[in-house]
């Protein structure tokens, strides 16, 4: 039993065949955590159905074609499954010594995004075109770079066995590395991944046991960064019209305020059963804006009603629950970092997108994983998964 992590050793029992031995020893597939995979998967496919049902009608957007959105998400998520399966091929250790490589990249596509190349969506400089109607948000692999360079520099030196948790110097160095990309995604302006990557960045800190005195620092200057960014009109008009809006829900309800006030139409009209897949009257009518990507969970409420929304909440519950047991019982504390990184990804963007439908967290243009219209969200998730994946294989399995 290694020194690091709370996993046990586990042995294949005597009584079993030499086949079975044998698939448990060399097959990947044994390796697998299936339920964490058909969790995604059936978070994926639901994402499907809705982003369909949101859009089928619009033909504004779908250019006469009802499947046209249907069929995209699709071909998405199929990528994302290809890169989930290439991340797990590879495996975390060859992963480990390609991170500078991948840290490099994402730099050089935000650097390109915040040039002439990028284009703009909803007030945000954080696109680049890439034609045929496709695009790609650098942003959003800005998070897997952020986790993976962190997770280098603060598990270098336990895992060599120098010392038991990261030094006060590593830190540093791992907050050095986390402020480029966050920076550049700043300038855009893109607060709604800045917020994820700061959770990402809090979930490594608690996840690799560094100093409480780093948590709160970095909590405290959360803060004073903010109130700095606000004073210094960092942020554009739509930014803080969306900000105003949470404060005060009655503000504007027919302007800013729209998107938060027919969302919670929506979501309340469900009731307890919903009112049949295709059948949302919100929906149809188009009053929700952005349904297909930011306020998809609006769908799920109304046409699957409480049972569907809570089918999703429980699903993405399911993910969270196995990448936390990927973490417990990884080898070594690189693996544990990724997957609390993972961890604090997932869980705050679900709960930032799903509270922004309800009205309990400010509207930030963060897509809800897995279920989300967007290529470049749907690859990070996926590309996540196979992270987790690929950190479970690293340990012994049970028999």
Known sequence: ?????????????????????????????WRLDWILLLAGLALSLIGSLLVWSATRGRDNLTHGDPQYFLYRHLTNFVIGLVLCAVVIAIGARRVRTLV????????????????PIGSTVNGAHSWI??????????????????LLAMAVVLSDQVDAGEREFPSHR????????????????LLMPDAGSVMVMSAVVLGILLGSGAANRWVLGILALGVSGSIAIWKLGLLSQYQIDRF??????????????????????????????????????????????????????????????????????????????????????????????????IIAWFS???????GMCLGIMPVAGIPLPFVSYGGSSMFAVWIGIGLLQAVRSQRPIAA
């Open 129 to 146: 075109q890439l034609g045929g109607g496709f695009s790609v948000q650098p942003a959003e692999f800005a998070k897997v770079a952020i």
């Open 100 to 115: 500078p490589f991948v840290y490099v990249g994402v730099i050089l596509l935000l650097m390109a995004t915040l040039s």
């Open 244 to 341: 105003a809006a949470f404060a005060n829900p009655q503000l504007d309800p027919n302007g800013v305020g729209y998107n938060t006030a027919q969302a919670r139409i929506a979501i309340g009209s469900g009731g307890l059963t919903g009112k049949g897949l295709f059948h949302g009257t919100q929906t149809i009518g188009q009053f929700v804006p952005e349904q297909q990507t930011d306020f998809v969970f609006t769908v799920a409420g109304e046409e699957l009603g409480f049972v569907g929304a809570l089918a999703i909440i429980s699903l993405v519950g399911v993910i969270l629950w196995r990448a936390c047991r990927i973490a417990r019982q990884a080898t070594d504390l690189y693996g544990t970092i990724v997957a609390a990184g």
């Open 348 to 354: 705050f963007q679900a709960f930032e997108n799903i």
């Open 1 to 29: 039993m290694t020194s690091y992590g709370s996993y046990r050793q586990l042995r294949l029992s005597p009584q079993r065949s030499g086949v079975s031995k044998a698939l448990a020893k060399d097959s990947p597939l």
């Open 170 to 185: 590593a830190v540093f160095r791992g907050l050095i590395w986390a402020c480029l990309p966050m920076g550049l995604v």
